[in-house]
């Protein structure tokens, strides 16, 4: 029986403006589908319901029906900011109080006419790509034992499971990609200055930007549009540093057309291996395998290419203890109740120095310019997401030390995309085999790196493998 859940984002929006559905149907639909299924997944710590329909009831009022996401039912992954709803940031140090003000992000999605339904859940501080938190775990839809990746963990699993049309998560090293991979989905991080909201300006390195966690190509075409060219807002969101070029198509129809013929880079190696015993399942090399040979029959060139052997590890580790090193200054932080991995983190990174730091900060400069130069012959360079299949819940352990170099044996090619600042989408190609230890039908996804501002080349090479792969007909049990 067709549910609305069953259309896509793109398909949604359409049905809400030509009248077929209204906002306030679609807003009903999916937050039944919250109160039933949501208990057995914790996708979501805070539901707006009432909110909610009072927006989708005055959305023709507040928002021009031509914005990108008029009516579309969203969420705020809840590290941002919403006025009159407590931010909880994962964490139990934090007094739950209204947050006074919007985040950007959150006003950009307003602006473009997105109803919210609530916070979806993420790890403390977004420091993890753990999924078990002090207010419950969240698990995945493809086997409730398992763990969605993180650290917008709340945000994959509301799409995955069909609590939502589409999410937007932050990705300060694989945050949205990781999560996207493991359960199923596309998930893109923009290049670094790309969303103006969030144009890399604050934070150690400037890792984190906000990106599209969706079901289909198209529909993170629409979110990248949305986030990018916000209008409508009170106020004026921080400038862009990446701004398209002249005529250059939005990137929706980047995505819709998949138009183009390019070169593209099957990566060997990652820049963890020399700190970390990197393990890559066969189920994630199979996964490339199947892009690699469907690349090829669309024409694309294909070449092999080597990680460069920079200094990597420990920089990276310098930079992530850095930026918890600021938790304790945190208004009503109660640093006695923060989690084993925060607190470890915390207390690495205020022992730093200055001249550690910004011998990392350099090291880190030079990683990204050596990453650029050698992927720069390619128009898009391709790996697995992840190494290993969907983890199970409890595989980080207690050990803060261990649990760190798990987060980075997990995923080891998705941080090096927030550090060069280029863009990256995970696209799920494949799945577990029958015959897999750890179970039939897991996702696995592939990864493409992209040139600085080169997400339309993401979404062009995206939406190819899509026709083909077809993987919009796969959906999680009670979908």
Known sequence: MFELHHLSAQDLWDWIRRGDTTAREATEHYLARIERLDPGLGAFVTVTADAARERADRLGHLVPTSRPLWGLPSADKDLYDRAGVPTRSGTTS????????????????????????????????GMSSSSETRFGVTRNPYGTDLAPGGSSSGAAVAVAAGLLPAAVGSDGGGSVRIPAAATGLVGLKPSRGRVPSMPGRSGV???????????SLADAGMLLDALVAPTGLDEPVPYALVTPDVGEVPFTAAAVRGEGRFVLGVLEGSPWDDTIDVVVDPAARAAVATAVREFDALGHGVEDVRMPSVPYGAAFRVAWETSAARLPAVPGIDLSALTPLVSWLVARGQALTGTQVL??????????????RAFDRFDAVLSPTLALTPRPLGWYGDDPEEDFRRQCAYSPWTSMANVAGLPAITLPVGVTPADHPDGAGLPMGVQLIGRPGGERTLLALGAQLERRVRWQRRHPPGW
Do not use: C, N, Y
């Open 205 to 215: 390195g400037g890792l984190s930007v906000a990106g599209p966690l969706t079901r």
């Open 359 to 372: 011998d990392a900060m350099t090291a880190l400069d030079l990683f990204s310019a050596t990453l650029i």
């Open 94 to 125: 934090l007094p739950e109080r209204p947050a006074a003000a919007d985040h950007p992000v959150v006003a950009a999605l307003d602006a473009a006419g997105a109803v919210s339904l609530g916070k979806t859940t993420t790890p403390e501080f």
